[in-house]
């Protein structure tokens, strides 16, 4: 070899070193930022003799992308229906608790067993009329908190449709860019890194299939196929918050509907599910349970005029000129219960008679203070079987106790179910990503040993500059 060909082999060794070493600290920078996939560059022989860096390369396995995503969506599908129902369960109370739903039976019924036995002291009655209002309450607290419930999750739904065409039109303006790069360049290789991470961030929110063109560009489509990004165009999502109806270009992506082309995972499917599925049969076992304690408390009250309300009231039905509240309209059982009251015939701050417990609410005098017989009709009537809408999927006959025992079980029993599910499927999401980052992740300690063997080659090459230098001052010095 002659020495100008020692002295190019040399110098393109210093290059490629430079250049190994720079790619080195790049990772060894960004070890910690999302998405960020390690760099490396294959050397490659050149004709003449010596190396050069041929381009970047990003660290990256298709499938094992592929089925972190997919991971992440069925996760993410989980966490939104639970983070949905967590504060509802939470306003139920458990089944044992004295504050929550089948507790507030339980002492109803306690304070009516105490009352039937000594119906004559006033504290008694009182005490009663105080267990049925927080009967009340609580009913009405659990509607209302189910209420808000509901508007959070329809504005999270809207938040994530926003973020999702936010997201599309983001990875759009990448393809242009990608596709605008030599395949192999710095540039390319980080909006690459930077679609992946959209990528990822879309993922969090719905199913999505790809498909990448020889350029680079990628398009992107429901699980059911649907477009969303095609030929490098956006198609937007929009959520009608009427109908709860999600679309793109008019075509019902709605998850959970038959014959629409959605995605069923993905927080946003998870949250959709929740308004479609969860939330109306939470709501009619609610109004299931009030509408029991309204209707059935009218029936066994027979001093109450006909027309007339019971123990137990609609809130918003009529109230005559003597302020007496009209019956229940079994039409208008949709909400009740976040309407459902205590009759003010028995509130002495409403200015009623908690005797009226004892005697009747259609009472207009007192009784005989040892007559317990109505109050033992209503102990009776807690401890009979009635019909309940089927549509509610807690049977069809069950009592007043048993019924908001099976629905504080019902409704808690579906948050843990969806807790359950995403703390499983998190472990699968998990672990593939341990896989992912371990193809595409920075080894710091990995790094570090690239810039001993860089150094090692830079000194290498060195020493042979230095060397083929002594030999040219040699020769010079000949030859004067």
Do not use: C
Not at 10 to 33: P, V, Y
Not at 46 to 56: C, K, R, S
Not at 186 to 204: K, N, P
Request: cysteine-free; glycine content about 8%.
């Amino acid at each position: 070899m002659s020495i100008t060909g020692a002295f190019l082999n040399a110098r393109s060794g210093l290059a490629a070193a430079e250049g190994w070493a720079d790619i080195a600290a790049t990772n060894i920078a960004n070890a910690n930022r999302t998405g960020y996939a390690k760099r490396s560059a294959p050397l490659t022989q050149l004709p003449g003799g010596g190396v050069a860096m041929t381009g970047f390369q990003r660290a990256t396995d298709a499938a094992l992308e592929q089925a972190h995503r997919k991971e992440v969506s069925r996760t993410a599908t989980q966490e939104a229906r639970a983070d949905a129902l967590e504060v509802h369960a939470a306003a139920l109370g458990e089944i044992d608790s004295t504050t929550g739903l089948s507790g507030r039976v339980s002492t109803f019924r306690t304070t009516l067993d105490a009352l039937a036995t000594t119906p004559s002291e006033p504290a008694l009655q009182e005490a009663a009329v105080r267990a049925a209002e927080g009967l009340a309450t609580t009913l009405r607290d659990a509607s209302g908190t189910l209420a808000r419930t509901e508007e959070r999750v329809r504005n999270a739904v809207v938040a994530d449709v926003t973020e999702i065409n936010d997201q599309l039109a983001r990875i759009v303006a990448l393809n242009e860019r990608i596709a605008g790069q030599q395949q192999g360049t710095e540039r390319r290789v980080m909006f690459e890194d930077q679609l992946s991470e959209s990528l990822d961030s879309l993922s969090q929110l719905i199913d999505l299939r790809m498909q990448t063109d020889a350029s680079g560009r990628i398009s992107i489509y429901t699980a059911a196929g649907a477009a969303l990004v095609e030929d490098n165009k956006r198609h937007e999502l929009s959520f009608d918050t009427s109908t709860g109806r999600l679309t793109v270009n008019d075509v019902d992506i709605t998850p959970g509907v038959a014959e629409a082309r959605g995605s069923s995972e993905g927080a946003l499917a998870g949250r959709l599910g929740f308004l479609t599925n969860d939330l109306p049969r939470l709501e009619l076992q609610l109004d299931e349970m009030a509408r029991s304690l309204v209707q059935e408390f009218e029936k066994i009250d027979t001093t109450r005029a006909t027309g007339t309300a019971g123990l137990f009231v609609d809130g918003t039905a009529p109230v005559d000129g003597s302020g007496v509240r009209a019956a229940f309209d079994p039409t208008k059982s949709e909400g009740l219960a976040g309407r459902i009251a205590v009759n003010t015939a028995v509130r002495s701050e409403a200015g009623g008679a908690a005797w009226r417990m004892r005697d009747g609410i259609g009472a207009t005098v007192q009784g005989p203070a040892s007559d317990g017989s109505r109050v033992a009709a209503f102990v009776d009537l807690l401890s009979t079987d009635i019909s309940y809408d089927p549509a509610a999927g807690l049977g069809d006959r069950r009592t007043i106790g048993d019924f908001a025992a099976g629905l504080v079980s019902a409704q808690k029993q579906l948050h843990n179910d969806a807790l359950a599910k995403s703390e499983s499927l998190a472990a699968g999401r998990d672990s593939i990503q341990t896989s992912r980052q371990s193809v595409q992740g920075v080894n710091v300690d990995d790094e570090l040993q690239q810039l001993m063997l860089i150094e090692q080659s830079y000194a290498a090459n060195a020493t042979v500059m230095k060397t083929l230098g002594e030999m040219m001052d040699t020769l010079l010095a000949a030859v004067r």
